[in-house]
């Protein structure tokens, strides 16, 4: 299938609100959990799988046409594998600090289905401009995610936003950090049940969007019709 007629903008939606990674799909929870406890790391952890997704989707639609359907599960995970090994050793090469930070989550970008799975369902049906701006729409769409539950977790247990930015990201993102004066924080938050209580008011909050745009939808729809 080529790229003519695709709707760009339909594919970024999806990736970013739709058919977001975490929100809608409830996808690479294991992640989402274990690195949130800042934003900082959880920038780190979706760029990182952003890259991986951009490039799976791009060779995935590349040799979809020359790899069988027999063993096409396989060759995906293998060439999945491949990136993040890239990854892990260049984030270890320029990103030390962050590398140690997050640690063996990097090597387990391998087992995020969402990454699997936009290559099954998406690259390999679509030609290549169409798989990138998908790996790339939903990248980020699982990085925005990461970062919002982890700047929550942050600001509420530690009273900061996008600590040790410039230690760990670089010190061109020193910009980001904020200090909240006279505010310590709830070490709760930090903690594991702080996670699921946080997600679970953002998976509520997108509920309570949706609805609201498609009841606006709805009384648009029944103006025109009237």
């Known amino acids: 299938m080529s790229d003519t007629g695709t709707n760009y903008g339909e594919i970024v939606k999806n990736g970013l609100w739709e058919q977001n990674v975490v929100f809608a799909q409830m996808l690479a929870l294991c992640p989402l959990m274990a690195v949130t406890t800042s934003g900082t790391n959880g920038l780190g952890m979706g760029l990182a799988t952003t890259a991986v997704l951009v490039c799976a989707n791009v060779l995935v639609s590349l040799i979809r046409q020359v790899v069988s359907a027999q063993v096409r599960i396989p060759v995906f995970i293998v060439l999945i594998a491949t990136l993040v090994t890239i990854v892990d050793m260049a984030m270890n090469a320029w990103l030390h600090e962050l590398y140690k930070v997050l640690g063996l989550f990097i090597a387990l970008i391998v087992v995020n289905c969402a990454i ?83 997600l679970g008011f953002l998976l509520a909050g997108k509920r309570l969007i949706d609805r609201r745009l498609a009841e606006r939808e709805a009384a648009r729809a029944a103006v025109a019709a009237a």
């Open 116 to 198: 699997l799975g936009r290559s099954e369902s998406f690259a390999v049906k679509n030609g290549v401009a169409a798989s990138a701006v998908d790996g790339l729409a939903m990248g980020l769409g699982f990085t925005g995610a990461l970062v919002l539950l982890g700047l929550v977790r942050e600001f509420l247990g530690a009273g900061t936003l996008f600590a040790q930015a410039s230690q760990l990201l670089g010190p061109a993102f020193s910009f980001l950090e904020v200090k909240i004066p006279g505010y310590g924080g709830a070490l709760l938050m930090i903690l594991p049940p702080g996670a699921f209580a946080a």
